[in-house]
């Protein structure tokens, strides 16, 4: 190899290296990005759950008015049926 055809494989050798390098700090950057917004949607998704579970807290148990409404109804007729 004569010196003019090693500098240009030198050359080309160090475009290439540099295109490895822009090519692995942009799948970096893209990575990073990618771990942030799943951090995000853990963080919303723990946030929903959160909420969800004290609206299940504050909630009205429907068995128990249920049970309340039929004594109530039980006592009346009850009542009904003793004043006559």
């Known amino acids: 190899m004569t010196d003019i055809e090693q500098a240009g494989v030198a050359l ?3 475009r290439l290296r540099r295109s490895v390098d822009v090519g692995f700090a942009t799948t970096q950057g893209n990575l990073a990005l990618l771990l942030q917004r799943a951090d ?13 579970d004290s609206l299940e807290r ?15 109804a039980l006592a009346v007729a009850v009542w009904e049926s003793a004043t006559r």
Do not use: G, N, Y
């Open 12 to 14: 080309e050798l160090e």
């Open 58 to 72: 504050a909630r009205w148990p429907l068995p128990s008015l249920a049970a309340i409404t039929s004594c109530a």
């Open 40 to 52: 995000q949607t853990d963080k919303t998704l723990d946030e929903h759950e959160a909420r969800l």
